[in-house]
């Protein structure tokens, strides 16, 4: 996003001059009156360019993490013949009075062009674009690998807005509650019941403009020996941010995963003892994606939330999958709940829950 930024408002006036020495440099044109047009031609390209992506991006919200990569390669190449089509006529401007100009200021802008944008994308946009998300990992078309097989995850769906179940190895997809929420800040989180110590089930809508409204949908889902390994703080509405939620034994807790806001940040596991980490974010000119709401579980595997994807990332083999379309996701361990159903119904000491899970 900073890079964007100061490309727009600052490296505009670098690169005409760059672009106006090598024009002028080549085809022995006038240099200042070469770089004054270049510089134009980049603040009219660069802000034209934004203005395109701003309109266009919301064609682009189905891409996954599997299309994301071709996605980004045509929107580049895509980017460089726009680029092409509004600075050429700087550029025949620049070489009006030549011979010709026609032919040559099309040789012209097919030279400039490549070498800044080899330059512009290699040495700059490149290093400061977080790509980690899929340099770092690799990627496989399921969830099935998952070692935590009684694991399921409930979260808000985005084609439907709708609250939805579903295995962490991709089965037994249920439709939990039928909300209609239409907003990317829709978010599944437990929270303390105002009667007892059990957790709640809720879904947050957070529009835009941060009402945010809650919904109950299981009352008293997580009973009270549980409820210290799933509670998180309420969220933090000025930054969209949950506390990672740990679901694994204390001795196994070498790692730590946590979330942060903006994309580049994206999600982090690092190993306290020995300061490895392991940073997933996917930022670049072209599309954005926003990671929060994460759960480490056991054998450190990390559901989280990443630009409208439910994804699983195991850390021991890299591996990235896709479990669902959807915000907000909650992970249970279904055989600890199941255990202490049993033991609540045998004693009588739970209050009943709102609906079944």
């Known amino acids: 996003m900073w890079a964007g930024f100061i490309h727009l408002i600052i490296g505009n006036l670098f690169i005409g001059i760059l672009e106006g020495l090598l024009l002028g440099f080549i085809f022995r044109l006038s240099k200042w009156k070469s770089i004054l047009w270049m510089i134009a031609a980049n603040y009219v390209s ?47 401007m620049a070489m009006k009075d030549k011979t010709g100009p026609w032919k040559k200021s099309i040789f012209a ?4 062009q490549t070498v800044s944008y080899a330059l512009l994308a290699g040495c700059w946009y490149y290093p400061a674009s977080g790509i980690s998300l899929l340099r770092d990992t690799i990627l496989v078309p399921t969830t099935n690998f998952t070692q935590n097989k009684n694991a399921v995850v409930y979260f808000v769906n985005s084609s439907d807005g709708d609250v939805y179940k579903i295995c962490l190895d991709g089965s037994s997809l249920t439709k939990i509650e039928t ?51 799933y509670f998180q703080s309420e969220p933090q509405w000025q930054s969209y941010q949950y506390e990672t939620v740990d679901l694994r034994h204390p001795q196994n807790r070498q790692w730590r995963a946590y979330t942060r806001f903006w994309p580049i940040e994206g999600l982090t596991l690092e190993n306290e003892s020995t300061k490895e980490s392991i940073h997933l974010a996917m930022e670049t000119p072209f599309l954005a ?65 709102k609906g079944s899970p």
Not at 74 to 89: G, H, M, N, Q, R
Not at 109 to 112: G, H, M, Q, R, S
Request: hydrophobic letters at 45%.
């Open 46 to 92: 660069s802000w034209a360019g934004m203005i395109i992506i701003g309109f266009a991006k919301h064609n682009f919200e189905d891409i996954t993490i599997y299309q994301v990569t071709s996605y980004l390669w045509t929107a580049l190449f895509i980017a460089y013949l726009v680029t092409l089509l509004l600075e050429w006529p700087f550029i025949w």
């Open 109 to 112: 802008t097919l030279i400039v």
């Open 179 to 229: 909300l209609n929420l239409k907003t990317e800040w829709a978010a599944m989180s437990l929270v303390e019941n105002p009667q007892n110590d059990t957790l709640d089930l809720v879904c947050y809508s957070e529009s835009r403009d941060r009402d945010k409204e809650k919904i109950i949908i299981f009352e008293s889902l997580i009973p009270e020996n549980l409820a210290h390994l």
């Open 289 to 353: 994606w926003y990671a929060r709401q994460a759960t480490i579980l056991p054998n450190d595997e990390v559901v989280f939330e990443v630009g409208g994807q439910i994804c699983l990332f195991d850390r021991q083999s890299r591996k990235l999958a896709l479990l669902a379309k959807g915000y907000g996701p909650v992970v249970l361990l279904e055989d600890s709940m199941n255990n202490q159903k049993s033991e609540s119904q045998s004693s009588d000491s739970t209050q009943a829950p």
